[in-house]
């Protein structure tokens, strides 16, 4: 049950486009397509931004995508904007109804 | 609306027990699986335990099998988390979480309400 390994940092300026690299293993990412994406803002809880690799529940901007490519899932935040700066967290599920969640990446808007 | 709130943090020294609560609202609480999360103090978070909904299956991380128990309270729309043997690296904010399936050919999974936290600081 080793955290799934997601770049520290990423920061774009407002408009750009940023991508959040999630990468696992063949016992996690790789064998399910059930990773989600969560939004956490300072003080706050985790808010869901993606499910299913690329769902977007009601109310999640479609600025916001996933995708998933072998071991590694990845979230996208195009036409970034300044609410958007949180921290941002892969999960995915790993067998026998276990879970695993990345090690979280910081989202700066410039 | 959903609501989630957790109680019963604290402080505790290493090697003691604390039990949390998660009172449940606004939705049909037996039907759902529900989660505990933690996050460690400037750290990621971190899965701890699941419990289906009717509390006849359970599992945990490998940081917390053997000490942690979770349980349910259908008839009271609570959600527990028995600690014990605790250890300074179980101190965390720790969540309550619901799980949302969506079912469909292929069913999708995601935590879709959390709480706001309780604290839990082992120290001595």
């Known amino acids: 049950q080793s955290a799934l390994t997601q770049p520290p940092s990423v920061s774009g300026s407002p408009g750009q486009s940023v991508t959040i690299s999630c990468t696992g293993t063949?016992?996690?990412?790789?064998?399910?397509?059930?990773v989600s994406w969560y939004q956490q803002s300072p003080g706050a809880a985790p808010k869901v931004m993606i499910y299913?690799?690329?769902n977007r529940p009601s109310g999640v901007p479609d600025r916001f995508s996933g995708s998933k490519s072998g071991n590694t899932a990845s979230l996208t935040i195009s036409g970034l904007q300044a609410e958007d700066e949180a921290d941002y967290y892969c999960?995915?599920?790993?067998?026998?109804?276990?879970?695993?969640f990345g090690t979280g990446t910081k989202v700066t808007v410039l | 609306q959903v609501q989630l709130v957790e109680s019963g943090g604290g402080v505790v020294q290493p090697g003691g027990s604390l039990r949390l609560s998660c009172a449940a609202s606004?939705?049909?609480?037996?039907?759902?699986?529900m989660h505990w999360v933690r996050q460690a103090p400037g750290k990621g978070l971190e899965w701890v335990a699941f419990?289906?909904?009717?509390?006849?299956?359970?599992y945990f991380s490998d940081s917390v099998k053997g000490r942690f128990i979770t349980s349910r309270d259908n008839s009271k729309n609570t959600l527990y988390l028995q600690m014990n043997s605790l250890r300074v690296e179980d101190t965390a904010v720790y969540y309550c979480?619901?799980?949302?399936?969506?079912?469909?050919?292929?069913?999708?999974?995601?935590?879709?309400?959390w709480g706001q936290g309780t604290l839990v600081t082992v120290s001595s």
């Open positions: 979480a619901k799980y949302r399936t969506i079912f469909g050919v292929v069913p999708k999974y995601y935590f879709d309400y």
């Open positions: 606004g939705f049909t609480f037996e039907n759902y699986d």
């Open positions: 419990i289906r909904y009717d509390g006849s299956n359970k």
């Open positions: 063949s016992s996690d990412v790789g064998n399910y397509n059930r």
């Open positions: 299913g690799v690329n």
């Open positions: 999960c995915s599920y790993a067998g026998t109804y276990t879970f695993v």
